[in-house]
C-alpha cells in the first residue's frame, strides 16, 4: 500500500510555500563541490522556504548517468541538510525528490527517496514521449503505490510533451497524487491543468512552474461552472527553479501575492508591475532568447555573483552561458535592485559556508 502524505505535510503544500529547484554545485573539475552543495541548502532555509526539490532539471539530469554517480549522494547530502533545519522547525521541510525515466528506472528512484526520507517525488514524463496517456497513467500510478507523486506539466520547449485535459483529469484521480507543478508556459495548457484538478474535485495543491508568468499565476483566481455551481481554484505557491536565486525576495513575493489574495482588495498595481520586471530577469536567467539553451548556467552565474557557487560550471561542458546573456543579466540585475537578496546572502554566507 502506498504511504500517504502526513497531514501537516498535506496543509502546508494546501497553503502554498516556495520551493526551490536546487541546483549542483561543481569546482572546476566538474566534480561535486559538497561544501557549497550544503551552503546552497543552508541558504534556501535560512531564506524562508518551506521545501526544497532536489535531482530535478536545475541540478542537471546527469547526474543520474552510472560514470557521474550523483543521484544518491546529492538527495543525501540535501536529506542531512534537512534534518539538521528540521531540528528547530515545528513543521518539518518539504523533501522533494525528481523521479524520471521509464517505469523501471522511474520506480528505482522513488524507492531510494523513499529510503532517505523524501516526502514526495516530482515525476517527470519526456522519456515516455511516445506513451499514449494510458500507458503515461498506468506508469505514473506505479511510482504513486511507492511515493506520493507531484504531477508536472513541462514545457515542450525543453523536452516536455503536450498533455491533454482528459489526461490531467484521469491524472488527478491518482489516490497519492499530492501536488502538481503546472510549468508548460502556456496559458492555456495552464487551464487544462487546473480545470481538470477543480473538477476532479481532488485536494491537489496546484504550484506553479510558469517561470513566465509566476506573479499573475498567485494572484488569478481560476473560476469554471460544473454540474451547476461555481469552483474556485487558486495556484499556492511555487516549486521554480527562477527561485533557487533572490530566493529571500522570493518568500517575501509569495507573502504579498497571499496576502492580497486574502485582503480581496484587487490585485496591487505595484504587484502587476512587479510581474513584468519578475518575468523580465527570468527571461535573462534562463536564457530565454536562445530558447532556454543557458538556463542552468544563468541561475548559477547569479549565485556565483553571491559568492554561493565558485563558477557555473555544468556537468556537460557545452552547457554553459550563450552569447549576450551575461550582459542581459548584469541589466536586470541594474534595472532591479529590489529583486535580489545580496545584502542578505554577503550578511550569512560564511556561516552557510562553514563545516
Not at 525515466?101 to 520506480?107: E, I, K, N, R
Not at 504550484?207 to 499565476?217: A, F
Not at 469554471?224 to 518568500?251: C, D, M, Q, Y
Request: glycine residues 8%.
Amino acid at each position: 500500500m502506498p504511504v500517504p502524505l502526513r497531514l501537516e505535510l498535506r496543509q502546508l503544500f494546501a497553503r502554498g510555500t516556495v520551493i526551490p529547484a536546487h541546483p549542483l554545485a561543481l569546482d572546476a573539475r566538474r566534480r561535486l563541490d559538497e561544501r557549497r552543495q550544503r551552503a546552497l541548502t543552508r541558504y534556501y532555509v535560512a531564506a524562508g522556504a518551506c521545501g526544497l526539490a532536489i535531482g530535478v532539471h536545475t541540478t542537471q539530469f546527469a547526474i543520474r548517468e552510472p560514470r557521474i554517480g550523483l543521484f544518491k549522494p546529492v538527495l543525501k547530502i540535501a536529506a542531512e541538510e534537512m534534518d539538521r533545519a528540521d531540528r528547530s522547525r515545528s513543521v518539518p521541510l518539504l523533501r522533494i525528490g525528481g523521479i524520471c525515466g521509464d517505469t523501471s528506472q522511474a520506480s528505482c528512484e522513488a524507492g531510494i527517496l523513499a529510503d532517505l526520507g523524501y516526502h514526495a517525488g516530482l515525476l517527470s514524463l519526456p522519456a515516455l514521449e511516445d506513451a499514449s496517456d494510458a500507458e503515461l497513467l498506468s506508469h505514473s500510478r506505479a511510482v504513486a503505490q511507492i511515493l506520493p507523486v507531484i504531477g508536472f506539466y513541462l514545457q515542450p520547449a525543453v523536452g516536455g510533451r503536450v498533455l491533454s485535459y482528459k489526461f490531467w483529469r484521469q491524472f488527478a484521480e491518482i489516490e497519492n497524487v499530492v501536488a502538481i507543478k503546472i510549468a508548460p508556459f502556456n496559458r492555456y495548457q495552464t487551464l487544462d491543468v487546473v480545470r481538470a484538478v477543480a473538477e476532479s474535485g481532488r485536494d491537489i495543491a496546484l504550484y506553479t512552474g510558469n517561470d513566465d508568468n509566476i506573479v499573475m499565476d498567485l494572484l488569478t483566481p481560476f473560476v469554471f461552472p460544473s454540474n451547476g455551481r461555481i469552483i474556485e481554484r487558486r495556484i499556492v505557491g511555487g516549486l521554480l527553479g527562477h527561485w533557487a536565486v533572490w530566493t529571500r525576495k522570493a518568500v517575501q513575493l509569495l507573502d504579498e501575492c497571499h496576502g492580497a489574495v486574502q485582503a480581496q482588495r484587487g490585485i496591487p498595481p505595484e504587484l502587476v508591475r512587479r510581474s513584468v520586471e519578475v518575468t523580465d530577469s527570468n527571461a535573462a536567467f534562463f536564457d530565454a532568447a536562445n530558447h532556454f539553451s543557458g538556463c542552468i548556467a544563468g541561475l548559477h552565474e547569479v549565485l556565483r555573483r553571491q559568492g554561493l557557487l565558485e563558477g557555473v560550471w555544468c556537468l556537460d561542458p557545452n552547457q554553459t552561458l550563450s552569447p549576450g546573456q551575461l550582459e542581459e543579466i548584469s541589466r536586470v540585475y541594474a534595472a532591479y535592485p529590489h529583486l535580489n537578496d545580496d545584502n542578505f546572502v554577503c550578511e550569512h554566507l560564511d556561516s552557510w559556508l562553514a563545516a
